[in-house]
């Protein structure tokens, strides 16, 4: 964010990131396999940065655990994400973030759908609709300048 | 302004044109809604209906939009205008309930127009002549009502209900019934007045019970039969009510011969009776009970059975929560008489078919309450114990004994301190001991469950005689009675040291052909006691008496008294190590086994070396590891003060012969252990061990005499198991000893490798600082910079065969280095690394990766020369079937995205497809992995990173 | 259901990619597919296997959404994300790019040919459709651009007689297209998808249209002459297209794409949850109310979303298929013999 630049909100509610996830014994057991649940997914989108804060979606509450759906079997995740503010102008640019991340970081099998969580935003219905339209994400990532924020945002935190 | 409009009967495209503007307009505020029914007026009144039907119609639209918005006066003014637009042709109805619906909707509808709108609704619209969507209409509008005009509803009174049950009398469809059954619950549940129409209500939905629906293919409305199952037993359930008609219903459906109709049956019983009391089941009792009697007795369906049951438990809660009057009848009590004199007498009959469907309604029936329990549980009892003692065969007492063990679990339900079975409990358990030694194993699996249940109850059920337990424990089966014992052993250390040692130090001294048949001891008794005796040494006055018989077993066997095997002494080993680890924490258990256990030890292997007739089973080389860790475990957590005493005279014992440690100074010669006898040798495992676990400035007494000894065995010894735990000693006592040579060795190479490990490295088992060793940077820098050079010679001198093994030293060695010190050597060892990588040995893939990883990120310019094969090799270890190599490898893929990117970028499409694969891995450590180097990559060459 | 749809062979087809649309020649001799990997490829069949004959790269920037072959099959023309539509010409064993034409604001979607060949339609994220006219001398010109859609304009099709373009749109709707004084305009509108509009397809003739959505239906529209003895309304002279069909409930996700089969009738849809499924239309249906079965699915024919589905127009039956995996694949469909058993 250039200095100077106006943020659409300034003072966001700041919440307490959630500790890391300790393996389990299971999970240290090579012979068992551990599904893919809600929280490895989340484990996975928390850390994403806010493309306005120097915060991550996790602390500013845009994702939380209870919205994160997966069904490892049939291989779908659902994301619910809520912008800041209702008016958000960035809440395409999130969600298109926490899109890239899963598509990035889940086997190719997933259908991966992101939206707005309902009733959070002005422009709920336009955001989901271009979020699931993957020709215009496809196109999105070949935009130069969008790429740009998307990989910011999931840059890891210097 | 806006235009008048004509609309244009033909086109409904320019409808849909229209509205947008008008809603556009509304919205904005541009025009109120008043100004749309002007427009439209003329086209309101035109005499063709089609015509009024869409000004109707195109109207309902606007209000679907902004019906949020409208003014109470527009609310009011439309609302009336729908009301009379119901009187109009019926080709209009549907879109006048569509404006209806919207209107309903509207927070500032003022008082009084909800009603006029139902009694016009009730009044003008035959419901269930409408279409489907229409229907849905109406539904929603009395639902809309009910949610937020429910005071003025029910102004209406009873005129309400009866209008409502006239309107869904006869729907058909699964969409519009779901609405309708919410619409009664609510009606119910929010206590509108039902008036005189109770039955009505009810006949108007339960004449859809039960449920048959099945779902069209490809149902978009995705409605399931279990949903409306679900949603009407609300309804029916909704209230005591409908008790009167609702029980003849589901007997009579019970009695049918369809399944699905007595499944749903007795769910919806079992519902209701959470909130029926006893004036509303009682006149139905016999016949509800003889149904579900009849079901349970006779169903091959174990759906059915369960759900039989579960109605049982319900309707016995019921029962139970009424007040017992003194006038009354105590119905409780009358249905559990039914009850046990219907089921009771086939517990009787335990080979017959019923026994086990009497003893499920009477648990039932008894887990409806504590009352219930305890009815049930003092009538069943007595019988069942009877009944145990009067048939002689297993298989019958196995399967009253399991009945009785399913009652006894039950009465663990309720916390209460009157619990039945205090009257019995010296009975049980000596039915119990009864089972535990009878000669039937499914007997006696059923007896240790018992024992456990009846362990934990309330009330101390078992405090009898433990010294049957002596008994349990050599002849039950299970694991479970070793259990018991052990929990029983720390309440009454008393009685165990009294009874069951003595029973045991009788039964070790026994030989296997003496012991009775009919214990059922059929495998390895004395290491069954031997085990037994370790698990109950839980207290300090149990080991006391416990311990020495232990090694008095050992003794004996050392002196060949007893026909023994190598798993005996074994046994008896694991068994003071168990018993070691259980006291470390006790000082008092501690000093015992330093004072009186580890001498005697040393004294029985010393003895054993010495013995000249015949090799003895102490010398056995599992029996002696298994020694040396009684010894190692004993120490672990000892002081120094008697670690200091006890390796100085072990040293002097081994080196000089003094035997004055040992308990019995009674030796046929002097002990030279060092004169490669192989017997003799094998002490130096006791020595190892003893020396990996004293701390290393307790300092070895003359330690380079030792040191030259323990190295000349290790040179000239030709027994493999003794130079390797000799050459194991040394590094023990000093960090060092000399692997490379054995490197070149075929069979010893392995191990070798394995040994630069534990001389550089923190692992876990022998150098660790839990055993004190004192870890040195300095020492593995002069030892990196003396042994590398010839590793790298050796390596490339070496034969196929033996190449792995230096290379697995090597990465030990790099492993754990300062990495100032790898940098000069780095050049001339990656090619070894690389060569590593493709070794098959996982642990030399493991620390080759683990080398890898921080070089990555250090030597960057030497590592790019390599990076082709490396991403190569990477990959293909991110697919090895170990998860610690996968998870190490996709690691080192991560680190790889540090180096210059013009150097890996060429790579990037292939290593991101490379890496799917791992993102599907059956392991989340490994995915977790396999993402963080995924992104990384991706991040490659492209903008923001 | 008898698996009736046979998988003849995959193809590595953008490896590393997203294949996104295949289109075969009109001799049926040829597929040209597109990606995400900005390159087209020409395939061919030899002998029992399909073989890349040319890889046409270095024509567009970033990914090449559709690809489209001229009537007369010598030339090939490939659109892109890079705003830019390629004309590729087939001589001396290659393909040489022989014009760029430039004018969308951004991402070109689709492309179509109308049947003389003299016509070319593409369509653009910017909410137009362009229609070029090409002349002897390879020279294109373009004649009008239609703004009718509020939104993302995704395909575009010319009717098999040539006089008829439609295109359907991200505004969910469909719309109608001819050639009025001089000028393309659009004469109707066809609403009912609940959202975007993904692929069109004619049937053989012409009569009847399909259309798939990401609302997960596919529709069947028909036209309605004037004076039609159905009695169903037209605006003057022009035809009315009306929904007579909609199939729900059978895709999961997205349906990308629809393919009307002009040999044998069969209409097959690519969707995004990876399968491909085959409707018929069932024997004696209503003609205004017609009804179709399905007869063929597959559930997993690709790895990942399947984007396209193209039957061949000379071998009955022959169906191409491409997928987000980066997959080609071929399939011989089997079309049942009408022995009226059918249920």
Known sequence: MAAGTRLENANPLVYQRSKDRPPSAREEDEAETDPIDHREIFDLIRSINDPEHPLSLEELNVVEPVRVHVNDEESTVTVAFTPTIPHCSMATLIGLSIKVKLLRSLPERFKVDVHITPGTHASEQAVNKQLADKERVAAALENTHLLEVVNQCLSGRL | ?945 | MKQRLKLEGRLAGHPDSRAWFTAWSPAGSLLASCGGDRAVRVWASEGTEWVCKWVLEDGHQRTVRKVAWSPCGNYLASVSFDATTCIWRKQDGGFECITTLEGHENEVKSVAWAPSGNLLATCSRDKSVWVWEVDEEDEYECVSVLNAHTQDVKHVIWHPNGELLVSGSYDNSIKLYKEEDDDWVCFDTLEGHESTVWSIAFDQNGDRLASCSDDKTLKIWKEYKPGNEQGVMCNGSNSCWKCICTLSGYHTRTVYDVSWCPNTGAIATACGDDAIRVFEEDPNSDPHQPTFSLVAHVPKAHAQDVNCVAWNPKQPGLLASCSDDGDIAIWRYEAELATGCST
């Open chain 2, 1 to 945: 302004m806006i235009y008048n409009l004509e609309v244009n009967s033909n086109c409904a495209l320019v409808i849909n044109y229209r509205v947008f503007w008008f809603v556009l307009g509304v919205i904005d505020g541009k025009y109120a809604a008043l100004d749309v029914v002007e427009a439209l007026g003329t086209c309101l009144t035109n005499p063709e209906p089609r015509t009024r039907g869409r000004g109707v119609q195109l109207l309902s639209q606007v209000l679907q939009v902004s019906y949020s918005i409208l003014k109470q006066k527009e609310v009011e003014v439309l609302t009336i205008f729908y009301i009379d637009r119901l009187k109009d042709h019926h080709l209009i109805t549907s879109h006048v309930l569509q404006g209806m619906k919207f209107l309903s909707l509207s927070p500032v509808l003022p008082e009084g127009l909800a009603v006029a709108t139902l009694k016009a609704l009730f009044q003008e619209v035959h419901v269930q002549s409408l279409m489907q969507s229409e229907r849905h209409s109406v539904y929603s509008i009395i639902s809309n009502f009910m949610e937020t005009r429910e005071k003025e509803l029910k102004g209406l009174g009873a005129d309400f209900i009866f209008g409502f049950i006239q309107a869904m009398d006869g729907e058909k469809d699964p969409r519009n019934l779901l609405m309708a059954f919410q619409i009664s619950r609510e009606m119910v549940t929010k206590k509108y007045e039902l008036g005189a129409f109770v039955e009505e209500l009810f006949e108007v939905t339960s004449c859809y019970f039960p449920i048959d629906f099945t779902p069209p293919p490809n149902d978009p409305h995705g409605i399931s039969q279990e949903e409306l199952i679900l949603s009407l037993r609300a309804i029916l359930a909704s209230t005591p009510r409908f008790a009167e008609f609702l029980l003849p219903l589901l007997i009579e459906k019970l009695d049918s011969d369809v399944q699905p109709a007595k499944v749903d049956s007795l769910q919806t019983l079992t519902a209701c009776c959470n909130d029926y009391r006893k004036k509303e089941v009682k006149d139905f009792l016999p016949a509800l009970w003889s149904s579900i009697r009849r079901e349970v007795f006779q169903t091959a369906s174990e759906k059915i059975e369960s759900e039989g049951l579960s109605a049982l438990q319900a309707l016995s809660t019921c029962l139970s929560r009424s007040v017992i009057d003194s006038d009354a009848e105590d119905s409780l009590d009358s249905f559990l008489n039914n009850v046990l004199q219907d089921c009771k007498h086939h517990l009787c009959e335990p080979d017959m078919k019923l026994v086990w469907p009497s003893a499920k309604l009477l648990q039932a029936a008894a887990s409806g309450s504590h009352r219930a329990t305890y009815k049930i549980t003092t009538s069943v009892l007595p019988l069942l114990l009877e009944e145990f003692n009067k048939h002689t065969q297993s298989s019958q007492r196995w399967t009253i004994l399991g009945i009785l063990e399913s009652f006894i679990k039950l009465t663990h339900k309720w916390e209460r301190d009157d619990n039945p079975l205090s009257a019995f409990k010296d009975q049980l358990c000596l039915l119990v001991f009864s089972a535990l030694t009878d000669s039937s194993v499914q007997l006696q699996i059923v007896g240790t469950s018992t024992l456990a249940v009846l362990g934990t109850q309330q009330g101390d059920l078992l405090h009898t005689d433990t010294g049957h337990h002596a008994e349990l424990c050599l002849s039950a089966h299970s694991a479970a009675a070793m259990a018991a014992s052990v929990t029983m052993s720390r309440i009454h250390p008393s009685a165990f040291i009294t009874r069951m040692v003595p029973a045991m130090t009788g039964e070790l001294s026994t030989e296997p052909m003496e012991v009775k048949e009919s214990r059922g001891l059929l495998k390895a008794p004395r290491q069954r006691c031997v085990q037994a005796l370790a698990a109950i040494s839980t207290h300090p006055d149990v080991l006391r008496h416990t311990v020495p018989v232990l090694l008095r077993h050992l003794m004996d066997i050392q002196k060949g008294s007893l026909c023994t095997e190598v798993e005996d002494a074994v046994s008896a080993c694991r068994s003071l190590q168990l018993v070691a680890e259980q006291c470390q924490v006790a000082e008092e258990s501690s000093e015992y086994f330093h004072q009186t256990v580890v001498p005697c030890l040393l004294g029985l292997a010393v003895r054993s070396a010495l013995q000249g007739c015949g090799p003895s089973i102490l010398c056995e080389e599992p029996v002696i590891a298994a020694l040396g860790t009684v010894i190692s475990t004993a120490y672990s957590h000892t002081h120094t003060q008697p670690a200091c005493r006890t390796i100085a005279r072990v040293v002097s014992l081994y080196l000089d012969g003094d035997a004055s440690l040992l308990p019995e100074n009674d030796l046929p010669s002097t002990f030279q252990p060092f004169q490669v006898r192989h017997d003799t040798s094998l002490l130096v495992v006791v020595l190892v061990t003893l020396s990996l676990s004293l701390r290393l400035q307790v300092g070895v007494p003359q330690r380079d005499r030792l040191l030259g000894q323990l190295l000349e065995m290790c040179c000239v010894s030709g027994h493999r198991f003794t130079y390797t735990s000799a050459a194991k000693c040394i590094a023990g006592i000093v960090n060092k000893y000399p692997l490379l040579m054995l490197l070149a060795d075929p069979e010893l190479g392995p191990e070798a490798a394995d040994g630069f490990s534990l001389l550089v490295s923190d692992s876990t088992d022998v150098l660790n600082r839990a055993s004190h060793a004192d870890i040195r940077i300095m020492y593995r820098q002069r030892f990196f910079t003396e042994n590398v050079p010839k590793l790298v010679q050796g390596f490339h001198s070496a034969g196929k065969d033996n190449k792995s093994n230096y290379l697995k030293a090597l990465s030990h060695v790099m492993n754990s280095l300062p990495k100032q010190v790898l940098m000069t050597e780095l050049p001339s060892l990656l090619t070894l690394l690389l060569e590593a990588l493709s070794c098959s040995d996982q642990v030399v893939q493991l620390s080759t990766l683990g080398c890898l990883h921080p070089l990555l990120q250090e030597a960057p310019q030497i590592v790019s020369l390599h990076v082709d094969t490396l991403i190569s090799k990477l990959l293909s270890l991110a697919t090895s079937p170990t998860m610690k190599v996968r998870i190490a490898s996709l690691q080192c893929m991560h680190a790889m995205t540090r180096l210059p990117t013009h150097v890996i970028l060429p790579h990037k499409a292939r290593t991101i497809r490379a890496l799917t694969q791992p993102l599907d891995d059956k392991k989340r450590l490994v995915r977790k992995e396999a993402a963080l180097a995924r992104g990384e990559w991706f991040l490659l060459g492209s903008p923001g990173r």
